[in-house]
């Protein structure tokens, strides 16, 4: 199946800095990918969809100047979560959707694990 | 709004059983479900997609089907395995069309534990 890799795997940061995370589709082209949190013992919840050339579509909730995704190629989206606290602290994944073939499909990353110190 | 329901929260079964994962949805206009295993602070893995035209799908011991019209789908899992512990997920996704299209909605997982 499809491919898809998240860089880091892991951070660990300080309080008032940014982190950036990278989505890769590896072996397809995504005009669209999400990205999702989730908090710990918690399902995923959807943050935003990233459209390759547009801006972000952002959820209810998810304030958009925080979580800053740039979908600037076809197989790159990048969440950058600004001015980081503890409470950002979660489980952050990407999915990429690839819509190529018969089959509609979404392709998961392994996740990144923050924290905020 | 979509919700998806998953029964039970957790599991706990000695191997060999044979289990059965319940999901539902309140929406039935949804293009297709798909059912996760994600290991203790591990990513997604999908296990099985049945689209909305499908009733079941299988994979080895793993077997879902879906009712839309009810807005239920379930995994089975045959001969249950120490190895097949982990969180267990599904996930609709709605109809080609508007501002939702291709989002998931996740259910809240069930927590599968098989001890030897």
């Known amino acids: 199946g499809a491919v898809v890799s998240q860089h880091p795997s892991r951070v660990i940061c300080k309080s008032g800095t940014s982190v950036k995370i990278e989505c890769r589709s590896l072996?397809?082209?995504?005009?669209?990918m999400f990205w999702y949190r989730q908090f710990p013992k918690q399902s995923l919840m959807l943050m935003a969809t990233?459209?390759?050339?547009?801006?972000?579509?952002?959820e209810q909730g998810v304030e958009k100047d925080k979580f800053l995704i740039n979908h600037a190629s076809l197989t790159l989206s990048t969440l950058t979560v600004t001015s980081a606290h503890p409470e950002d602290s979660s489980f952050y994944i990407c999915?990429?959707?690839?819509?190529?073939?018969?089959?509609?499909?979404?392709?998961f990353g392994p996740g990144t694990r923050l924290t905020v110190l | 709004k979509q919700e998806v329901t998953q029964i039970p929260a957790a599991l706990s079964v000695p191997e060999g059983e044979n289990l059965v994962l319940n999901c539902s949805f309140t929406?039935?206009?949804?293009?297709?479900l798909q059912w996760f295993r994600q290991d203790p602070g591990k990513g997604l893995t999908s296990l099985l997609l049945?689209?909305?035209?499908?009733r079941e799908q299988t994979s080895g011991r793993l077997n879902a089907s879906l009712d839309k019209s009810s807005g239920r789908s379930t995994l089975y899992i045959a001969a249950s395995q120490p190895g097949d512990s982990a969180t267990y997920l599904c996930?609709?996704?709605?109809?080609?069309?508007?501002?939702?299209?291709?989002?998931?909605?996740f259910g809240q997982g069930t927590i599968l534990t098989v001890h030897p």
């Open positions: 049945i689209q909305s035209s499908q």
């Open positions: 990233s459209n390759e050339g547009s801006k972000a579509t952002y």
């Open positions: 929406d039935s206009a949804i293009y297709n």
């Open positions: 072996d397809f082209q995504a005009t669209t």
């Open positions: 996930a609709v996704r709605p109809s080609a069309g508007g501002t939702s299209y291709g989002k998931l909605t």
């Open positions: 999915s990429a959707r690839d819509s190529s073939g018969s089959a509609d499909t979404q392709y």
